[in-house]
């Protein structure tokens, strides 16, 4: 029995990169183009449209996480963000050079880890939900099935 291969670490140095939510991929939601899944995941904090199309407009993902901590926080935000982000990263893989880079990871468990203590979307210091990672392995699936 072998053991299942991990990826932990979505960096570029990993070769991974694709993998995180500051990639740049474009994405298009409610008819507008958002440069990476983490600038439309902040905007999508608020209702407020001037909000969101400052966010959308960041410089880099970073900017936009940055942003997104001082929006109008919507009411429902618990109940929407896991399903919301898995719409992200499905837009985001249906990119066929990303699905095909997403579809090579096969079997890998993915766990996002980090060092900034994000035990929700992923893992830090051994301990966390990985939400991301396994969003990302059941768009890997939803990939897979529809391509049979």
């Known amino acids: ?31 507008k183009s958002w440069p990476t899944i983490e600038h439309a995941y902040q905007a999508y904090k608020s209702l407020n449209e001037d909000e969101r199309e400052i966010i959308r407009k960041a410089s880099n993902p970073a900017e936009a996480k940055k942003l997104g901590r001082s929006v109008t926080l919507r009411d429902d935000w618990d109940s929407v963000k896991f399903s919301l982000m898995k719409s992200f990263v499905q837009k985001k893989f249906e990119s066929p050079f990303l699905a095909d880079l997403l579809i090579k990871t096969d079997d890998a468990e993915l766990i996002h880890g980090n060092t900034w203590n994000d035990k929700v979307w992923g893992v830090c210091r051994g301990s966390g939900e990985n939400l991301l990672g396994k969003i990302l392995m059941e768009v890997r699936d939803e990939i897979k099935m529809r391509d049979l």
Do not use: C, E, H, P
Request: aromatic residues 20%; without cysteine.
């Open 1 to 31: 029995m072998t053991d299942k291969k991990i990826i932990n670490s979505f960096t570029i140095a990993s070769g991974y990169d694709f993998l995180s939510n500051f990639y740049r991929s474009t994405i298009w939601v409610d008819g």
